[in-house]
């Protein structure tokens, strides 16, 4: 049944999270030995100039990469380069020479599943994927292999830790969003240019890749509307706080009458949904579903050593699946139809920056009454570009809330343009 | 590689869960054969009386043992029947016959764990049990096969939904401990004799589980020292909220120096700790590790089907790793030295209840600076057989606050035994 040769594995990329797999590979091998049965090495990683890394064992790196896709004793390739380009065309290749591939690039995955499940389909081999989505924090194993009989219907999850950092700084400090950001980039959590993390285009990919494991159909990025936190004001954060809430930026899939949608979106989250207590770099998942209620994942989301765990357990868990035909063929996506996230229903929480004359509060709230939108509270603020209407509506739909919002906005006394951010809800409820 | 005909699994039991298992099985069969690419069925299930589950389909309940034992077809069989006798017999004699056994057992895998993993090892064949654990939180899956390379060094766990809910209770609406254990009976959330689940006995077994997984030794239950909720005071728990600190009953394991230990006892979380917002009847796990930081679990701790989606976590798990040695060789359990939690360092809160006479707070600080125990806070109240004097320590080694408690209490001015409740402390920090 077992052996004792090694199994070999081969590395696309030695930075941070290569040498941290090498690393944490040879300090844990007797470990991974008794969960294997076989004993683990790195035959060979593939680098662009070995001169940058002076540190890696004699003969460990090349630059040739023939060497990992035709050496015959390699069986696992731990795709750690990031990028789409040429990194694409060497894991199909090595699916094709019949090696299993562990990735963490949630682009590559995100834009290119189809054809990449495809070729590991195919060629008989597994595509794991874990420290694509939030490092350690093992939400793909546990969707893929845990949740198999619970119809997960509704994911939310914090999956940036740099925006997520951001908001905290914004609610515990009350920093504007320029200065909570520059504090990010200068403490190492956001990087110089953090377009792709503070969009929302990062947890967008991370949301495409839960959902199409999820729902089991092929979620691409292009499909997840993004709204991030670029555009957030302070006024907003610090309102919510007001009425009991924290703002966080919110990566969703729903399914829903045979439907699936994703999103990412900032929400208002009350004090007690287990997620507006996830602070700082940290990221966590809520899974729901009607056989297991609600699980929640949550460590960091990111790091080198963080990654490198992740990447580590799938190498293991393809050594230790094997030839079993076990997570062959959920890569069979099925055609689902999408809905669009306005058709969900949420208390939406709305803020209107207006002249500061009588008759306005009477008008905006005929415009929510014209679309069926019933209100909860209203408070009003000074503003800077004029008064702020905070309003939290009750459960309404979006798209309904949308309506009546754009309506408020078409009027002379509206200043500048509407502000909605659901309410993110929580379907179970343990107590 | 694989094959089309069905996997046929036995019922040991066909209770609550066991009827959970069976439905769910049907419920999402295409699933199931997506993942592990055969088809499952349910091939027996034993039970005591046949007349008590007559909504079971016709052929599938059996009285006779052997049905199970001896039909070459189960490869196999959930232990879902509960109990240590005759239970534990039957999984041995299972694990003899070549079956692989999947048990939501605490108590069978905490007090004889030896002897059943020794026999699974023997006959090539696996024992897994993430249901014996929180139900559907797939702690123990993460801790075996995704944290292989963390050396996870402490855990720490609301594992207990019963006391969760009672001490919720309490902290929300001051209700006293007798009266929101009464209101848990009315619910549901405690049974009738609910000392397993209030002494901290239930925890124990869990925490007794986990440890011996996270440090590969073989904790026993009998080893893990555990006080309960049962002897809690409302008072402790209202001025440990005026300080800021929720109190919760911690299951908690710790790899020191080489040496581990476990053990259950109340404990005090300051807001921040992700472990203190976690209400009602759920639970919770926090894994800490070099390469993870920390990384947390939380979920429903109990319920039928949330029990059955493990089990069938678990079934499938086995399907897909078969013949592959995968976790085959981590039950190889290594001689490990204990240490006294004593020896641990952690903030302490202390309450003291004594005389109202002048001079008596002195002494209570001489006693504790004679331990070197520094304090941090001090409050006093009245209390109903006395002025509690309520303090919070600085870090320190907790055999030397106990020493320091076992002074005051041998004082003429003290009135009631000395209460002593560890902060549990977040040794990671995200931001």
Same mark, same amino acid.
């Given at each position: 049944m077992t052996g004792t040769s090694p199994i070999r594995i081969g590395l696309l990329g030695y930075g941070t999270v290569g040498s941290a797999v090498h690393r944490l590979l040879r300090d844990s091998a007797e470990s991974i030995e008794r969960v294997t049965g076989q004993p683990v090495e790195v035959a060979a990683a593939l680098v662009r100039d070995p001169a940058r890394h002076a540190d890696a064992p004699d003969g460990l790196l090349t630059t040739d990469f023939a060497r990992l896709r035709d050496d015959p004793t390699i069986s696992v390739v731990a795709e750690v380069m990031g990028g789409i380009d040429p990194t694409r065309e060497y894991v199909l290749a090595l699916l094709g020479a019949g090696k299993s591939v562990v990735s963490a690039n949630k682009q590559l995955l995100s834009q290119h599943g189809d054809e990449l499940f495809?070729?590991? !389909?195919?060629?008989?081999?597994?595509?794991?994927?874990?420290?694509? #989505?939030?490092?350690? $924090?093992?939400?793909? %194993?546990?969707?893929? !292999?845990?949740?198999? #009989?619970? +119809?997960?219907?509704?994911?939310?999850? $914090?999956? +940036?830790?740099?925006?997520?950092?951001?908001?905290?700084?914004?609610? =515990?400090?009350?920093?504007?969003? /320029?200065?909570?950001?520059? !504090?990010? =980039?200068?403490? *190492?959590?956001?990087? @110089?240019?953090?377009?792709?993390?503070?969009?929302?285009?990062?947890?967008?990919? %991370? $949301?495409? $890749?839960?959902?199409?494991?999820?729902?089991?159909?092929?979620?691409?990025?292009?499909? #997840?509307?993004?709204?991030?936190?670029?555009?957030?004001?302070?006024?907003? #954060?610090?309102? @919510?706080? !007001?009425?009991?809430? @924290?703002? %966080?930026?919110? /990566?969703?899939?729903?399914?829903? *009458?045979?439907?699936? /949608? @994703?999103?990412?979106?900032p929400c208002l989250l009350a004090a007690n949904h287990p997620l507006a207590a996830v602070d700082g770099a940290f990221n966590a998942v809520m899974l729901q579903g009607s056989s297991i209620r609600e699980v929640i994942l949550e460590g960091p989301g990111a790091g080198g050593e963080e990654t490198a765990t992740a990447v580590i357990g799938d190498v293991v868990a393809v050594i230790g699946t094997q030839g079993t035909g076990f997570l062959q063929h959920d890569v069979h996506y099925r055609d689902v139809g999408r809905f669009p996230p306005g058709r969900l229903q949420s208390p939406c929480y709305l803020r209107f920056t207006v002249d500061d004359t009588p008759g306005v509060l009477a008008q905006v709230a005929q415009q929510l009454a014209d679309h069926d939108v019933s209100v909860a509270q209203v408070v009003q603020h000074p503003g800077e570009a004029g008064v702020h209407i905070v309003i939290l509506t009750h459960r309404a739909a979006e798209g309904d809330v949308r309506a009546a919002a754009d309506g408020v906005a078409a009027k002379d006394f509206s200043r500048t343009a509407p502000v909605l951010l659901p309410v993110l809800e929580r379907h179970a409820d343990a107590t």
């Open positions: 495809g070729a590991a !389909e195919r060629n008989g081999v597994q595509l794991r994927f874990e420290a694509s #989505v939030c490092a350690a $924090i093992p939400v793909v %194993k546990v969707l893929r !292999e845990s949740m198999i #009989v619970t +119809n997960v219907h509704r994911i939310d999850g $914090i999956v +940036n830790g740099t925006t997520n950092f951001i908001l905290t700084r914004m609610i =515990q400090s009350g920093a504007p969003y /320029a200065d909570a950001l520059a !504090e990010a =980039q200068a403490l *190492g959590y956001a990087e @110089a240019d953090p377009t792709e993390d503070v969009t929302g285009a990062d947890a967008a990919a %991370k $949301i495409a $890749i839960l959902a199409s494991i999820a729902f089991h159909t092929r979620m691409r990025l292009e499909e #997840v509307d993004h709204v991030g936190i670029n555009l957030l004001d302070l006024a907003d #954060v610090e309102h @919510a706080a !007001e009425l009991g809430y @924290a703002v %966080k930026l919110i /990566a969703s899939a729903w399914r829903s *009458g045979g439907e699936v /949608a @994703a999103r990412v979106h």
